[in-house]
C-alpha cells in the first residue's frame, strides 16, 4: 500500500520519463479531436452555441476563490451558489473548465480558447506559491477533497496535452502533492446522496493512470491502483448487480477507472466489470430515454421502484454529469470490444438526454435533472454553478469523439451526425464527410476523399432499433452487403476520389415500457428519438393504433399530432423542448 509519506518523497528522487505505456488492449482507436469537425445537425448546432457560451467565462471571478485564499489580489464578483469558499463544492469547476476548453481549442485551434486555458493555469497556480495547497478553501477539503482533487487533475492533464500549456505538466504533480496530505489513505464507498462523508475516492483512478502515463512517474500508478474499488468491481465482475443503493453518477465514472485499470493493468476483472454493469444498467435502471438514477441512486430491478418514480421525484436524470459518465464508458467499451450495441446506448443517451439540456444563463443557471413526470417543465438546479456546468461543457467538446473508431483496416461509424474526418489509412490522406440533420432525417450520405485510391473497410452501425432492413447504395447502386440490426455492415474496396455512400435507416414508431411491472406505462420512440407531448392533458392515453397512425407536421421534422383519449396532443422530441409543459410517459390505453 502507498503510504502518505512515502507519496511526499521530493519528485527528485523518482525519474520521470515521458509517456509510460501499457501494453495495447484495444481493438479499435479513437480518433484525436483535431480529426473530426462536427459541421451541420443539432449537435453542431448544440457545440457552437455553448463553445460560444463557454469562451464568455470570466477568469477573474473563477480564480478570486483560490485568490481570497491564498491571501493576494482577488478583483471580480464572487461566483456564487456552490462555488464559493462557502459553496457546497468550493472551487469545483475550474478543472473541468480548463479541460472542456482545451478539448474545444483542440478540435476547432480556437485561439480564444487555449488563451483562456492558459490564463487560469497560471493564474491557479499561482495561489499555492506558498503552502501547496490546491484547495479552494476549508470547505473544499473537509467534504470533497477527492472529488475536486480529480476535477483540478482532468483540467491539467488536458491543458498540457491538448492546449500545449507546458506550465500544466509542470503544475500537476505539484497539485497531487499538495492535494494527498489531504484525502485518505485508502479508498471506500460513498453511501446513499445525503450522508457525510460526501467525498468520492473511488473517482480518483482515472486520472492517476493518465498521469502516470504522461509523466512516467510510478507513483501515480500506486496511487492509483491504492483507490481502486475493488469491493464495487469485483461482484459485477462476477455477475452480481451491487448497483441498487448506490450514488448514481459516481459509481458510473467510477467504471471508467475500472477501464482504465483494464487498459493499463491488463486483469480481465475489470473488463468483465464493465461490460456486466452496462448490461445491468440497460435491462434494469434505464427510463426510454436512455437515463438512469431518479434521486441520483439506482433502484432495485423489476420492483416497482422505476415505474414509482414517475410520481415520486421530479428528479429522473442528472443530465450532464451522468450523460458525460454514460459516453466515456461507452467509448471504453467499443474500442475494447467493437461491439456496435454500445453505440446503440450512446445513441440513446446523446439525443435523449444531453441534446435537450437547456441552454444556460449568463450568471451560474444550469440545467440539471431531466424530469419525466407527468406535465414537466424543464428548469434550472435550484443553486448556480452546480456540478452540471462543468460536465455539460466536457460532453459537448466530447460530442466528436463520439461519431468515429478505427482499426488497421478502416473506420467504424458510429454516430450519424454531419461531420468531416480526416486521417491516413496506410499513409493515405483520406476525408470522409457525412452529410446529414440526423435524428431529423433518416438519410445519411457519405463522401470518400482519398488523395490516392486506398482500400479500407467503411463500417457502418445498424442500430438494433430498426424494425425495416437498412438500404446501402455505393455509387448511385444499391449493395448487396450484410446489415444485421446491431451490427456494422463492412463496405471494403478501394475507395477512390469522389466515391459516395447512401445510407437510410427507416424510423417507425414504437412504445418502452417503463418496466415489467409497469407493462402499460410507456413512452414513444421515434428511430432513436424519444417523443413526449407537448402541452398535455392531465389524463394521457393512447393506443398503438393511435399512435401508428400519428400525422407528421410538414417542415417540423420529428413532430408530430396523435389521437388520445383526451383529444390530439402535439408530439415532439425531448430535446426541441424548451419551457413548454411536456409529458413523457402515458397510459397504454387498448386499440
Known sequence: MLSRRTFLVSAAACAVAGGAQPEDRLRLREFSYPQITLTEGPLAAMYERMRAHFLQLDVDRLLKVYRQRAGIPAPGRDMGGW????????????????????????????????AKVRRLVLGYGATFEKDNNPFASPKAIATWACYVLDKYEIGLLDAATLARVDEARALLPRVIQGGVR???????????????????????????????????????????????????????????????????????????????AYEVL????????????????????????????????FVKPRSGELAATLTTTHNHFETPCCFYAHAKLARYLTAFTGDAKYGDGLERVLYNTILGALDPDDDGGYFYYS????????????????????????????????????????????????????????????????????????????????????????????????????????????????????????????WR??????????????????????????????????????????????????????????????????ATTAGTVRMRPFYQVQREGYSTYFHRARD
Open 371 to 494: 424530469d419525466y413526470q407527468a406535465k414537466a417543465r424543464k428548469s434550472y438546479y435550484k443553486s448556480k454553478w452546480p456540478c452540471c456546468a462543468g460536465t455539460l461543457l466536457q460532453s459537448v467538446a466530447d460530442f466528436p469523439l463520439n461519431l468515429y473508431f478505427q482499426d488497421r483496416l478502416g473506420v467504424y461509424v458510429n454516430l450519424y451526425a454531419g461531420s468531416e474526418l480526416r486521417w491516413k489509412p496506410h499513409g493515405v490522406p483520406v476525408k470522409l464527410t457525412q452529410k446529414t440533420t440526423y435524428p431529423e432525417s433518416e438519410q445519411i450520405e457519405f463522401r470518400v476523399e482519398p488523395e490516392s485510391p486506398v482500400e479500407i473497410a467503411v463500417r457502418l452501425r445498424i442500430p438494433a432499433w430498426l424494425e425495416k432492413p437498412a438500404r446501402i447504395a455505393v455509387n448511385g447502386k444499391a449493395e448487396r452487403v450484410k446489415a444485421e440490426r446491431g451490427g456494422f455492415a463492412v463496405l471494403t474496396r478501394r
Open 497 to 562: 476520389k469522389g466515391d459516395t455512400i447512401e445510407l437510410e435507416l427507416p424510423f417507425s414508431t414504437r412504445t418502452v415500457a417503463i418496466e415489467e411491472r409497469a407493462p402499460n406505462t410507456v413512452a414513444t420512440m421515434r428511430g432513436p428519438v424519444m417523443l413526449v407531448a407537448v402541452n398535455p392533458p392531465e389524463d394521457l392515453a393512447a393506443s398503438a393504433a393511435a399512435l401508428a397512425k400519428m400525422q407528421p407536421m410538414s417542415g417540423k421534422p420529428l413532430e408530430f399530432d396523435c
Open 182 to 260: 489531504f484525502i485518505p489513505n485508502h479508498t471506500f464507498d460513498r453511501v446513499g446522496v445525503h450522508q457525510l462523508p460526501y467525498d468520492e475516492p473511488y473517482v480518483l483512478p482515472e486520472n492517476l493512470f493518465k498521469t502516470y502515463a504522461l509523466t512516467g512517474d510510478t507513483r501515480f500508478l500506486d496511487m492509483a491502483k491504492l483507490y481502486l474499488l475493488d469491493s464495487y468491481f469485483e461482484p459485477l465482475a462476477n455477475g452480481e448487480n451491487v448497483l441498487p443503493g448506490r450514488h448514481g453518477y459516481s459509481h458510473m465514472i467510477a467504471l471508467s477507472s475500472a477501464a482504465k
Open 83 to 114: 462555488y464559493d469558499a462557502d459553496g457546497f463544492v468550493p472551487g469545483h469547476l475550474i478543472g473541468q473548465f480548463i479541460s472542456g476548453l482545451s478539448r474545444i481549442h483542440a478540435a476547432t485551434g480556437d485561439s480564444e480558447a487555449a
Open 266 to 297: 491488463g486483469d480481465e476483472k475489470y473488463l468483465r466489470a464493465i461490460r456486466n454493469a452496462w448490461d445491468m444498467i440497460e435491462r434494469t435502471q434505464q427510463y426510454a430515454s436512455g437515463a438512469w438514477a431518479a434521486d441520483e441512486m
